[in-house]
């Protein structure tokens, strides 16, 4: 549904991470465990990108034994403040979901969800903070699997270059790290099944995208709640929107 992206994609995202760790769990168990992990970033609006911060002065109870002896003198100078606009970082949270062994709890394969913030080339520096943690994740040795299941952003680097519409999955095995598999469709097109690889000598697992987004579809009432009479953000082009907008008014006559 293309609606999703420009109207409640966090909300979706989180639901689409539940319902593929429990689709996995059902294949994989007992020889792996899924997680679902998340890690966080800040931005401010200075265009740069923070990290962990540590406090240069901290105030905590303590003991009376540092307390000013009596007699003691000093000088108190008072000043008056200036009001200004303090900037505060945002947060940013990201889901994603961990397959590790059971015996060992070796990292063996990261399934990603790609969000806006990884796709932002602008100010917030989103794009390239994840393509660092994309990085770590290929030479950790484990394998990738990334859904960019948004038309908007910019995608991710490969040769030959990726094409603007529809939508993507990525596999990257970590026996191939230079190499990477795309599943490419269009708005128009049924979602496939992905491939989930596994330690070497397992066979992949398989994320069914189309029954999976059906049921998170289902689930949520997106049916109801979406607003189908707003700009779609980003745009389709002409012919899109106007098979979108063909399924919309079918939909209407079937519903009255």
């Known amino acids: 549904d ?22 996995l769990i059902e294949q994989l168990r007992p020889r792996y465990v899924v997680h679902v992990e998340e890690y966080a970033y800040f931005t401010d609006e200075s265009e740069r990108s923070l990290g962990l911060t540590v406090p240069d002065v901290r105030i905590a109870e303590t003991e009376d034994r540092w307390r000013a002896t009596e007699g003691s003198t000093a000088t108190a100078v008072t000043l008056n403040p200036k009001t200004h606009t303090l900037l505060v970082p945002e947060q940013i949270e990201q889901t994603y979901l961990e397959i590790r062994s059971t015996q060992f709890r070796k990292l063996i394969t990261v399934v990603e969800v790609l969000s ?8 917030g520096h989103g794009h390239e903070q994840y393509l660092q943690k994309r990085t770590n994740v290929l030479l950790s040795m484990a394998n990738l699997v990334e859904l960019d299941l948004l038309r908007g952003g910019q995608r991710l680097p490969a040769e030959p ?19 990477v598999e795309a599943y490419g469709w269009g708005l128009r097109e049924p979602l496939p099944s992905i491939p989930v690889p596994l330690a070497s000598g397992d066979g992949d697992a398989t994320l069914p995208l189309q029954e999976l987004i059906t049921t998170v ?26 098979w979108v907008q063909e399924r919309l008014g079918s939909l209407r006559s079937s519903n009255s």
């Not at 270059?161 to 190499?179: I, K, N, Q, Y």
């Not at 109801?224 to 389709?236: F, I, T």
Request: hydrophobic share 30%; net charge negative; with cysteine.
């Open 2 to 23: 293309p609606f999703i992206e420009g109207q409640c994609w966090r909300d979706f995202h989180t639901r689409l991470i539940t319902t593929m760790s429990e689709a």
């Open 116 to 123: 806006p913030t990884n796709k932002d080339a602008g100010k």
């Open 217 to 242: 579809y289902d689930r949520s009432g997106y049916d109801y709640s979406l607003e189908y009479d707003a700009d779609l953000k980003p745009p389709l082009g002409e012919s899109d929107a106007k």
């Open 161 to 179: 270059p990726l094409t603007t519409d529809g939508h993507f999955a990525f596999v990257t095995r970590h026996e191939m790290a230079s190499t």
